[in-house]
């Protein structure tokens, strides 16, 4: 009899993927699974079969014990393939699973269970065991007959309409979430063999698809069938699977239009891919083809003469440039006669004829885009001029990169982002489909929705990243190859600056005029500053004592970690960003990276930014979300072995133990600070008002080195108290979007709220409030300027980093340096300070006494990408910017030879 049985999906494989050359094998390899197959029969054996044919590999074969000493048919396929196979009498004793049986099930290390036609009662802590769960078949159309002799029921009840029903496994009686259904008529004379066998059984293992349905059924069926078994249909008399659904929202395109036999109109081939009708007039768009001899094509390839890489044939036109590009050989290899199998290098050309040759074919077919390295991937002459055809004609023009793209006018411009996560070079929604809403705080509005990552979505991201960094081309180019595309999304960042900016002010609250000079404009040049670095990471010689009469040579060499994880906070979302993801791409690691919940645009933009420069899948993954789901798996997950962190210190601290208990990750720390800023009486004290009135409000004061507390000597105390104030008073407080406005609102609402308490506290403890310290009467998150003096030691907002636009002033008496100094440096952390004085030795006594990563000396936020940026104590360790954060994200290996003569 019948009961659930599974089937030959999975949620990984059910996303569309986004891959630049397709091939089967590339498609196989990147959605290869680890399987376990429970079940019997010959049913069973089919879909086995299916499975290992298409790539996956079978970590176990569970199957019903033998009968009378014959094997079941799964049993015999799995033993003559050699895959561990199980045949346990049962799983469940007296309601209880059995521990040994789950132990060796667990073993077997399944990220999918696929179980067909299974007579046995499988527990839930194997069918929740691997990652993916557990794929289910029913024959009937759920939800109607669900449990056992579901065929029969539908006789015994004369239904019309049989069928089966895919579904995930939950802890019901066939209760899953439904993948895809499909039904037939039932015959008056039919019966269970015939239905069965001309149905239930053929169609069971494979699917081909029904076109009059609407859009969004035919993308969820084809994508519920991707990788396997394939959603299949017949374009002109040929058998063709359809791969990488996602839904259209835009108007079709243009393109070839083709017929396509019961659809509600024909399918387009276009430049991004293959449109298909559903019958509700909307669309749906598919990426790759594959045909019945297993040959995969991208679907903007339907119908092209080179569309399986044929030999083209050429036109009288092209075989009189045939002709040209012969003589153009000649003159180059100093050859009298040039063959098809004729090869470029072995005839003695070097790097400068490579150039002389580009340059040659431009001459003579200036449409063709024809770049160096074209050249050395087709080194003979057929090769050559085959390659020059196709890029004449067309056929080898990337895919145009595409996504569900939120559109809003803003800043006068018409702005373009997405709101998904990024991974593998795709944008792609949550696992569980959850979002959030990301808040403009000028007016607290909704921007719009962002998907919200899961513990899945970053262990699919690291795995993208992983196998990105050992299998793909990023860490094998050359170093200076690697520059060239950090360099070529430098420049797209700088072609798109006024969008970025325009999203860090409606995201973040930062005023547009700087998120376009600072946010934005220090991270281009953060990633052109690193893109140099690609080729100049270097190890050393080392002399060593010699093993004579041998010698010895020991040289070392700085190598790419593998898989970094960054977590970025939200004052400076791109920036911060831009800090961290540059120096460790540098020298070829790959990154998922966690942007704050409250700002995440930016860096999605960013992502969008990256595949049009170039950027292999897999090597940057952007995950959206909260830090206890996203930040906190890509702590705890194994194959990643860099953290490069930015926040508070008590979640610093709660960062490096997650990193020392799942795999001793590496990590640097960027925390929180309390900065001292120091005034002497002797400063030029116009010079000194404005940096800090910088170093305190710059940003909102949501800056990690902000002047957190100022040391003002007594004598000019007041005068310069007075002239704060007039000039926080000229202050223009409004929408940061406003060219004229000085200051913004503050991130998001709980911060502020934390900000009118910090304010309240300074006052009950005896702080003298002279200005701001309450919100401002207008709409959105607004926090007046604030400034505090008489503050004493023992305060708590003498200690306490507030993060905000808040000037803590305290008075030292004059001439008083080391009282001045054990006070600056009375607080556990270490991130920067400063000092204002025309005594040059009092400036570098000071510097040498304060205990902090950075001193500005008559300046203030004075930061440069050249120029390392870290802190001590709870402010702590590792570096960001310069040469030195390089150390960050490489590992040291010391080579030791020994030869001889």
Not at 246 to 263: F, I, R, Y
Not at 747 to 772: I, P
Request: charged letters at 25%.
């Amino acid at each position: 009899m019948f009961f659930p049985i599974a089937f030959v999906a999975a949620r990984q494989l059910a996303r569309p993927l986004f891959v630049r050359g397709f091939s089967t094998s590339q498609v196989f390899a990147a959605n290869k699974m680890k399987i376990a197959v429970i079940g019997q029969s010959q049913f069973g054996t089919e879909v086995y079969n299916l499975l290992k044919k298409e790539g996956h590999e079978i970590v176990g074969v569970f199957t019903i014990p033998d009968i009378q000493g014959k094997a079941d048919p799964l049993a015999v396929a799995g033993e003559k393939d050699g895959i561990p196979t199980f045949k346990f009498p049962r799983w469940r004793l007296k309601g209880q699973s059995i521990p040994e049986v789950v132990k060796q099930y667990q073993e077997c290390g399944a990220e999918l269970n696929v179980l067909p036609f299974c007579s046995q009662f499988i527990p839930m802590d194997v069918i929740n065991s691997p990652k993916n769960g557990s794929i289910i078949y029913h024959p009937s159309i759920l939800p109607r007959h669900r449990g056992a002799s579901a065929i029969n029921w539908t006789l015994i009840h004369g239904d019309k309409k049989a069928g089966f029903s895919i579904f995930w496994a939950d802890d019901g009686l066939d209760t899953g979430p439904i993948l895809l259904q499909r039904e037939c008529d039932v015959g008056p004379n039919e019966t269970l063999d015939s239905l069965y066998n001309r149905f239930l059984y053929p169609e069971g293992i494979k699917a081909m698809i029904n076109w009059d349905q609407s859009a969004e059924m035919l993308h969820n069926f084809i994508r519920g069938n991707d990788k396997l078994p394939g959603a299949w249909t017949n374009i002109n008399g040929d058998q063709v699977t359809l791969f990488g659904s996602k839904l259209w929202k835009k108007d079709a395109p243009e393109g070839t239009v083709v017929e396509l036999p019961g659809a509600a109109g024909p399918a387009i081939v276009h430049k991004g891919g293959m449109i298909f009708p559903g019958n509700d007039g909307k669309m749906l768009n598919v990426k790759s083809l594959q045909f019945a001899d297993g040959t995969m094509i991208p679907a903007k390839m339907f119908g092209k003469e080179d569309a399986a890489g044929a030999t083209l044939e050429l036109t009288a036109e092209e075989k009189e440039l045939e002709g040209q590009l012969k003589d153009v050989w000649k003159g180059i290899l100093s050859l009298a006669d040039i063959q098809g199998e004729t090869d470029f290098f072995k005839a003695g050309a070097g790097s400068m004829d490579v150039v002389r040759l580009v340059e040659e074919v431009l001459q003579r077919c200036s449409s063709v885009n024809l770049q160096n390295e074209d050249v050395y991937m087709n080194t003979t002459f057929d090769a050559f001029m085959q390659m020059v055809v196709r890029k004449a004609r067309g056929l080898d023009e990337p895919d145009e990169f595409e996504y569900d793209a939120i559109e809003l006018h803003a800043n006068n411009l018409d702005l373009q982002f997405p709101n998904q996560l990024f991974i593998n070079n795709e944008f792609v929604d949550a696992s569980n489909g959850a979002t959030f809403d990301t808040i403009n705080p000028t007016d607290e509005s909704v921007i719009c929705k962002v998907s919200k990552g899961t513990k899945d979505d970053v262990n699919t991201a690291v795995k993208a990243a992983k196998e990105a960094f050992e299998e793909g081309p990023w860490g094998k180019m050359n170093p200076r190859d690697r520059g060239r595309i950090m360099y070529r999304l430098a420049d797209l960042m700088e072609e798109h600056k006024e969008e970025l900016a325009t999203l860090e002010a409606m995201d973040s609250g930062a005023v547009y005029t700087l998120a376009l000079k600072t946010h934005v404009g220090m991270s281009i040049d953060t990633f052109r500053y690193y893109a140099g670095w690609c080729d100049k990471i270097q190890g050393t010689t080392i002399p060593i004592n010699q093993a004579r009469p041998n010698h010895n040579l020991t040289y070392t060499k700085r190598e790419p970690i593998g898989v970094v994880g960054l977590i970025v906070p939200w004052n400076y979302p791109l920036m911060m960003l831009a800090w961290k993801m540059a120096a460790a791409l540098t020298p070829g690691n790959t990154v998922v990276l966690k942007p704050a919940q409250v700002t995440p645009l930016t860096a999605l933009k960013f992502a969008e930014l990256a595949v049009k420069a170039g950027f292999p899948p897999g090597v940057i993954n952007i995950l959206p979300g909260a830090g206890s789901q996203v930040g906190q798996a890509i702590l705890d997950h194994p194959d990643v072995r860099k953290v490069g962190f930015t926040g508070s210190t008590p979640v610093g601290k709660d960062i490096m133990r997650s990193c020392a208990v799942s795999n001793l990750k590496r990590v640097s720390l960027e925390l929180g600070g309390k900065s001292p800023l120091v005034i002497f009486n002797d400063c030029d004290l116009d010079r000194a008002v404005r940096q800090s009135l910088s170093g305190c409000f710059f940003n909102k004061g949501e800056n990690c080195i902000a002047s957190g507390r100022l040391f003002v000597e007594e004598s000019i105390h007041d005068e310069f108290v007075n002239r704060v104030v007039d000039e926080i008073k000229k202050m223009k407080i409004g929408d940061p979007l406003d060219r004229s406005v000085d200051h913004g609102p503050q991130n998001h609402r709980a911060h502020l709220n934390s900000l009118v308490e910090y304010c309240k506290v300074g006052v009950e403890q005896g702080a003298t409030l002279v200005y701001g310290g309450s919100r401002v009467e207008r709409k959105g998150l607004f926090l007046y300027p604030t400034v505090f003096t008489d503050v004493t030691d023992d305060m708590w907002i003498a200690k306490e980093e507030s993060f905000g636009p808040v000037m803590i002033i305290s008075k030292f008496k004059n001439g008083d340096i080391d009282g001045m100094l054990k006070s600056a440096n009375d607080t556990e952390f270490g991130l920067a300070s400063g000092v204002f004085t025309k005594d040059i030795n009092k400036a570098l006594y000071v510097a040498d006494h304060l205990q902090a990563g950075t001193v500005f000396v008559n300046t203030y936020n004075k930061t440069d990408v050249a120029s390392p940026f870290g802190g001590f104590k709870q402010s702590g360790f590792g570096k960001d910017l310069g040469m030195e954060a390089l150390h960050e994200y490489t590992r040291t290996k010391a080579v030791t030879v020994e030869y001889w003569l």
